[in-house]
C-alpha cells in the first residue's frame, strides 16, 4: 500500500493538511479492495435573492455565520508531562483545532516530538524523515517499501502484512515525498494503536533490509535470467513503469525537473526506470544509515491516549537507537532553487500512444518563491488560486476552458506542500490544425497570458473575492476530514513546515495569517491580487514550457531500449555470471515462497477478539413520511455536534427516464451546477455558492437494494435498485435558506442551452475516462466482468466502465454536430424527472444536523419542500423499488455482455489482469464468514503470489456482497499470463491453507475483517451511513447477523470457501495491456479477443 507522492496540489499553509488527506486517500484506493474510489470535487457558489451588490446585513450574516462554527472540545489535560529523557521545547494551544501540544527533543538522540492532546478517540502517530536524493535510483520509495519487510523485534518476512491481515486500525500506510519520507498509523483502539506504533518504529530503526539483500532486490529491483533471456523485476521498478506509462504523470514530471535544474526536486524521489538499476545494495544501505536516524527525524503523536505512554514507548526505540548507533547530526537538507531564469525555458518531450494517435499537451510552469514565505503571504496565494483555478468558474481556469482548444486543464494550479512553491497550469488534448502546426498550442499560451494580463490590470470582481475568501474559511473552520484521521492531516500539515526549520505548529494556526490578509484587503482591496499576480506570474521570468508529443512508436521504443540493454549487459557476462544471477534469483524466489514460521508470527502483536466490539454501532435516525404535508419523506440524522454546520441531500428519483438516456445523468448532473440556472449566469451561480455556503454540488446515485421479505445475506442479481440524483449542500444555520434555495433553483431552473459549455463537458469526461484505463485498469476490467455476469453490472458497465468510454465519443460527436438533437433529450429527462404529478413521491431530503441548528433551520426546511415542483399530494406514484424489478434492471438483462475473455489494449508498459465469475448464485445464502476468507486470501496467497513473487504492485481480490460475484484483479502488473495461473491456482492454496489453519491465524482474520467494518467517521458521515443504511433497505437486525457471522468465522468456513472457489463458474478474463504483452499472451495459451482502446 506504500505510495509514492509527486507534484501534488495543495491549497494554503494551514489549508494544505486538508488537501493532502484527499490525496492520501487517493494512493490508498490504488489497492482497496472495494473499488470505491473516493473523489473530492470543487463545487460552485451560492445562490440569493437579489442579483448585483451584496448589503450590509448579508455581509454580517455572513460573518457571524463563519465565526459559529464551533472549534473541537479541547482535551482535559492541558498541561505538558515531564519526562526524563525528554527536554521540553515549548508548548502550544491550537484553539483551531481543539489541541494542546508540546514540542518535546530527546536528549540522547535530538529527535523532536511533536504531542498533541485531543478528546479525538482517532489516534495518530507518524514518523517523518528528511529524504532528498540527488538521483532519480527511487531510493527513498524503494527504502519506504523495504522498512516494512521485518524487523529486529518483528521477525515475520512483512510484518506490514501481518498488521494488514490483523488490526482494527484506520489507517495503515507509507508516503514518499521528493524530499521525506511519513511513516503513519492510526487507530480507534489504544491496545491496538500502541501495536502499530511499536511496529513501525522497529521497523524504520531497526529493518532488516539494510542486512538483507533479498528486500532491495524484491521491492527494488533485481536481474532474472529465464528463457535465455535477462528481465528486470522488483516491485517499485514495475510501479515506476507504469507511472511512466501515463501522460499527465510524464507531463507533471517533465514540468517539475524544468523548475529545479540545480536542487533534489528535479530528480524523481518515486525512480525512474531507466535510473532504478542503477541503485547497488550498498547504496541503498549507506541511505538508510545517512537519513534514518532519529537526529533526522519528526515524531508526531495525537489523540485521547495518554502522554507519558507515548513518551515511554518511544524513547525505548530511541534509547536502543543511540546504544547501537550512536547520536548522529542530522545532515539531510534541502537546498533551494534561486530563480534564476532570465527568459521562459522550453521543454519538449513525448508520450506513448496507440496506432490511433494522440493530441498534444501544453503546461505553463512558474518557481514562486526562493526564500521563505510568511504565512499570510502563503495564505495570499491559496486564496489567488482559488480565484484563479479553484473551480469552473475560476477565471484563468474558466478562459481555457472555454476556449475550446483543448479537452481538459492540465498543471493543478499552486503545489506548496515543498519548501518552495510552484504553480502550473495548461491544457492537455490539445489538436493541431490540420497544417500540423503548432498554432493552437500558441493559442493557449496567449490564452494563459493575456486572462492574467487581463487581471492584473482590472482586478478581480469583489464579489468572487469574497466568495472565495468565505470558502476557504469556511473549509478551514470546518475541519471535516471525514473517515480520514484527523489527527493525521494535522501532522501532514505540521510537517509541511517542521522539516525546513518552522515551528511544527505554525501551519496548523491560520487566525493570525487571516486576520492579516482581511486587514491588507481592507486597506488596498484589489491592488493585492493585481500585486501578487504581478510578482509571482507575469513579471516572474523563472518559468518553464513543456509541450508533450504523442508518439505511437514510444512504447515500443522503450520495449525495445530496455530489450537492447539487457542484452548488453548479458553479453558482458561470463557463464559464471549468469549461473550467479540465476543463483540469486532462486535464493529469492525460495525466501518469497517460504512461510513464516509460527515463531515468527507470534512476534507480531496483535488484539485477541475479547477486544473487539461485538455490536454493531448505530446512530440516530428519524423518517418522516409525508413531511409537513410536503409529500417529501425527510430523513433526519440529529447528531450531539456538527460544529454548528448542517448537511442535506435531497434526492429525486430518475427511474422514468429511460434506460437509453441513463448514460447522460452524470453530464446532467454537472450541467445543474456548471452553466447557470434562471437569472444567474454560470459564474454568478458558482460566486453565490462559495459567498453562502460550504459548497453545494449534484451527483447521480444507483444502487442496489435489498429486496423486502429476503434476508440480507441472499444473493440478488441487482434488479431491485434505486436511481437517484442527490444535490448535496452545506452551511451554517443562518445561511440554510440561502443553501436551499440554490438546490432549488438548480434543480429547477439549470441552463440546458450552454453548447459550447456542455461539448467541453463531454470533452473532459472523454479526456478523464481514456486516462483512467491506464490509471485505473484494474477497476474498468472489474467493472467489464461483472458486467457479463449480472444485470447490476450490465449497468455499471454502461455508466463507467469500457461501454461508457464509446458513449461519451458518440455524446461528444453529438454535441458538436447536432445539439438540437442532443438538448432534447436532456430537456425530456428534465420533464420525466419534474413530472409534476408524480416526482414529489420519489423526493428524500437527508438532514444531518445538531439539535439547535436543526431547530434554527426549520423554517428553510419547511419553505424549500413547499416551493418544490410537483403536487404535494401526487396523483402518481413510483412502484415499489424493494419489491419489483427497475425498469432499467429489465432492459438492462438484455444488454449483459457475452461471456468471452477480451484484452484492451493501450500504451502502456504494466498490465491490469482481472479474472473472475460467479462464486454463489441468485437466491443463495452467502455467509458472512466469506468476507473474512475473501480478505484472507487476498492479504495472504495473492499478496505472495502477485505482488511479492510476482513483482506487481498489487494483487487482491472482491467478492459482492449482494451479487456473489469473485473477482481477482492485479494493478501495474509485469506480467500477464503467469498472473491468470496463479488466479487458476488460489483455490487449491487456499484449501491447503484452510485445513491448516491454526486458531492464532484464524482469530487474525476475523480481527481485521472486523476492522473493516468499523471505519472511524466524522458526525456527517454518521449521518450519511445511517442514510445509506435506510436508503439500501438494510435494518438493524441485518448487520448485527452480518458482524456476528464474522465474529463467529471457523476453520470449516475457511475450508468450504476454499471449495466453493474451486467451483467458480462463467469464469472469463478482463486485462487491461499493451498490444505485444497480449499477443505472447496469447502465444502461451490464453485466448483473448484483442479490443484497441487508446
Not at 59 to 82: D, G
Not at 399 to 422: P, R
Amino acid at each position: 500500500l506504500q505510495s509514492t507522492v509527486q507534484f501534488m496540489t495543495s491549497q494554503t499553509p494551514a489549508l494544505r493538511m486538508l488537501r493532502q488527506f484527499s490525496i492520501s486517500i487517493m494512493m490508498l484506493t490504488v489497492l482497496c479492495s472495494s473499488f470505491t474510489f473516493r473523489t473530492s470535487a470543487r463545487a460552485g457558489s451560492t445562490f440569493i435573492k437579489a442579483q448585483g451588490q451584496t448589503t450590509s446585513t448579508q455581509k454580517n450574516t455572513l460573518t457571524r455565520s463563519l465565526s459559529s462554527l464551533s472549534a473541537a472540545t479541547m482535551p482535559e489535560q492541558e498541561t505538558c508531562v515531564s519526562h526524563p529523557d525528554f527536554e521540553t521545547v515549548k508548548t502550544y494551544m491550537v484553539k483551531e483545532y481543539g489541541c494542546t501540544g508540546t514540542l518535546y527533543k530527546h536528549k540522547a538522540t535530538s529527535c523532536e516530538v511533536l504531542s498533541l492532546r485531543s478528546a479525538d478517540t482517532n489516534k495518530v502517530f507518524g514518523i517523518t524523515f528528511t529524504t532528498p536524493n540527488p538521483a532519480s535510483t527511487g531510493v527513498a520509495h524503494i527504502l519506504e517499501h523495504s522498512v516494512l519487510c521485518g524487523s529486529r523485534k518483528y521477525t515475520t518476512k512483512e510484518p506490514f502484512v501481518e498488521l494488514m491481515r490483523g488490526s482494527v486500525n484506520t489507517f495503515l500506510n507509507a508516503f514518499t515525498y521528493p524530499d521525506r519520507t511519513c511513516y503513519p498509523v492510526a487507530s480507534q483502539n489504544t491496545k491496538d494503536f500502541k501495536n502499530l506504533v511499536n511496529v513501525y518504529l522497529d521497523a524504520v530503526l531497526f529493518p532488516r533490509c539494510v542486512k538483507d539483500p533479498n528486500v532491495h532486490a524484491q521491492e527494488g529491483w533485481h536481474l532474472e535470467h529465464e528463457n535465455g533471456e535477462l528481465t528486470y523485476k522488483g516491485v517499485v521498478y514495475n510501479e515506476m513503469k507504469g507511472v511512466y506509462s501515463s501522460p499527465d504523470s510524464l507531463s507533471s514530471r517533465e514540468s517539475q525537473r524544468s523548475l529545479f535544474p540545480d536542487n533534489v526536486y528535479g530528480t524523481d524521489s518515486g525512480g525512474d526506470p531507466l535510473d532504478i538499476p542503477n541503485l547497488s545494495f550498498d547504496n541503498f544501505r549507506q541511505f538508510w544509515e545517512e537519513k534514518y536516524n532519529p537526529g533526522n527525524a519528526k515524531v508526531f503523536f495525537y489523540g485521547d491516549d495518554d502522554e507519558s505512554e507515548r513518551l515511554d514507548l518511544l524513547t525505548s526505540y530511541l534509547n536502543d537507537y543511540a546504544a547501537e548507533y550512536g547520536a548522529k547530526p542530522n545532515t539531510a537538507k534541502v537546498e533551494w532553487q534561486p530563480k534564476k531564469f532570465e527568459e521562459p525555458v522550453e521543454v519538449r518531450s513525448t508520450f506513448p500512444v496507440g496506432e490511433t494517435g494522440g493530441k498534444d499537451m501544453v503546461t505553463v510552469n512558474w518557481l514562486l518563491n526562493d526564500e521563505p514565505m510568511s504565512s499570510v503571504e502563503g495564505l495570499k496565494l491559496n486564496v489567488l488560486d482559488h480565484l484563479l483555478m479553484g473551480n469552473t468558474k475560476s477565471l484563468l481556469r474558466k478562459s481555457l476552458s472555454d476556449s475550446g482548444l483543448g479537452e481538459d486543464i492540465t498543471g493543478g494550479g499552486l503545489s506548496d506542500e515543498l519548501l518552495q512553491a510552484t504553480f502550473s497550469v495548461g491544457m492537455k488534448g490539445v489538436g493541431a490544425p490540420e497544417d500540423g502546426s503548432e498554432e493552437n498550442i500558441n493559442k493557449v499560451l496567449k490564452t494563459i497570458t493575456t486572462t492574467l494580463e487581463e487581471i492584473s490590470a482590472k482586478g478581480f470582481d469583489e464579489e468572487d473575492v469574497k466568495a472565495s475568501m468565505n470558502a476557504i474559511e469556511f473549509q478551514l473552520r470546518e475541519f471535516n476530514t471525514g473517515s480520514f484521521p484527523k489527527g493525521l492531516s494535522l501532522m501532514l500539515g505540521s510537517i509541511s513546515g517542521w522539516i525546513y526549520g518552522n515551528d511544527p505548529v505554525e501551519n496548523l494556526e491560520f487566525e493570525v495569517a487571516l486576520s492579516q490578509l482581511k486587514a491588507q484587503l481592507s486597506e488596498r482591496g484589489g491592488e493585492v491580487w493585481k500585486d501578487a499576480i504581478k510578482e509571482y506570474l507575469i513579471n516572474n521570468t523563472h518559468k518553464s514550457i513543456v509541450i508533450m508529443k504523442p508518439d505511437p512508436e514510444l512504447e515500443k521504443k522503450v520495449v525495445e531500449e530496455e530489450k537492447s540493454r539487457l542484452e548488453q549487459i548479458k553479453a558482458g557476462m561470463t557463464e559464471d555470471d549468469i549461473k550467479e544471477i540465476e543463483r540469486k534469483m532462486n535464493e529469492l524466489k525460495q525466501l518469497q515462497a517460504k512461510e513464516d514460521t509460527a515463531e515468527d508470527i507470534a512476534t507480531i502483536p496483535t488484539l485477541n477478539k475479547e477486544d473487539l466490539e461485538t455490536k454493531v454501532e448505530e446512530y440516530p435516525i428519524e423518517v418522516i413520511p409525508d413531511f409537513g404535508g410536503s409529500g417529501v419523506t425527510v430523513v433526519e440524522n440529529i447528531m450531539p455536534s456538527t460544529s454548528g454546520v448542517i448537511y442535506t441531500n435531497f434526492g429525486i428519483d430518475v427511474s422514468d427516464v429511460d434506460l437509453e438516456d441513463m448514460p447522460l445523468l452524470p453530464l446532467f448532473c454537472r450541467i445543474l451546477m456548471e452553466t447557470g440556472a434562471g437569472q444567474y449566469d454560470d459564474v454568478q451561480l458558482t460566486r453565490r455558492i462559495n459567498t453562502y455556503t460550504g459548497g453545494v454540488s449534484a451527483s447521480f446515485l444507483s444502487t442496489a437494494v435489498k429486496e423486502e421479505g429476503v434476508s440480507s445475506d441472499v444473493v440478488s442479481d441487482g434488479s431491485k435498485m434505486v436511481s437517484k440524483i442527490f444535490i448535496k449542500g452545506k452551511a451554517t444555520a443562518e445561511n440554510a435558506g440561502e443553501m436551499f434555495d440554490i438546490m432549488r433553483l438548480v434543480l429547477t431552473e439549470s441552463n440546458l442551452d450552454s453548447q459550447d459549455r456542455i461539448v467541453e463537458m463531454l470533452k473532459e469526461a472523454k479526456s478523464r475516462s481514456e486516462a483512467s484505463v491506464k490509471g485505473s485498469g484494474h477497476s474498468l476490467v472489474n467493472t467489464r466482468i461483472k458486467a457479463r455476469l449480472s444485470t447490476g453490472g450490465a449497468l455499471e458497465e454502461m455508466i463507467g466502465g469500457f461501454t461508457y468510454l464509446e458513449t461519451l465519443k458518440g455524446l461528444l460527436d453529438m454535441a458538436e454536430n447536432d445539439f438540437p438533437k442532443l438538448k432534447a433529450r436532456l430537456e425530456s429527462m428534465k420533464s420525466k424527472i419534474l413530472a409534476k404529478s408524480k416526482c414529489r413521491d420519489g423526493m428524500v431530503l437527508n438532514v444531518v444536523a445538531e439539535d439547535r441548528v436543526r431547530e434554527e433551520a426549520d423554517g428553510a426546511i419547511k419553505a424549500f419542500l413547499n416551493e418544490l415542483p410537483g403536487d404535494s399530494s401526487p396523483t402518481e406514484k413510483f412502484q415499489d423499488f424493494y419489491t419489483t424489478d427497475h425498469p432499467w434492471a429489465v432492459e438492462a438483462k438484455k444488454k449483459i455482455c457475452d461471456l468471452k475473455n477480451e484484452a484492451f489494449v493501450v500504451p502502456t508498459q504494466v498490465n491490469y489482469v482481472g479474472s473472475g465469475g460467479r462464486l454463489y448464485e441468485e437466491g443463495e445464502s452467502m455467509p458472512g464468514a466469506a468476507n473474512v476468507v475473501a480478505r484472507y486470501l487476498r492479504t495472504g496467497y495473492l499478496w505472495d503470489t502477485v505482488r511479492v513473487i510476482g513483482g506487481a504492485y498489487g494483487g487482491f481480490c472482491t467478492l459482492g456482497a449482494s451479487s456473489g460475484l469473485f473477482t481477482f484483479l492485479s494493478y501495474r502488473d509485469p506480467n500477464l499470463a503467469v498472473t491468470l495461473d496463479a488466479y487458476d491456482g488460489a483455490a487449491a492454496a487456499l484449501l491447503e491453507q484452510a485445513e491448516n489453519l491454526s486458531a492464532e491465524q484464524l482469530q487474525t482474520a476475523v480481527i481485521g475483517a472486523v476492522g473493516d467494518l468499523d471505519p472511524a467517521l466524522s458526525p456527517d458521515q454518521k449521518g450519511s451511513t445511517q442514510f445509506r443504511r435506510w436508503l439500501s433497505g438494510e435494518n438493524a437486525e441485518d448487520r448485527q447477523k452480518q458482524r456476528d457471522a464474522i465474529l463467529s468465522t471457523s476453520k470449516e468456513d475457511f475450508i468450504a470457501f476454499a471449495k466453493k472457489l474451486q467451483g467458480l463458474k462463467d469464469l472469463s478474463t478482463a486485462v487491461v495491456t499493451s498490444a505485444g504483452m497480449a499477443e505472447e499472451a496469447i502465444k502461451s495459451g490464453k485466448a483473448m479477443d484483442i479490443i484497441e482502446v487508446l
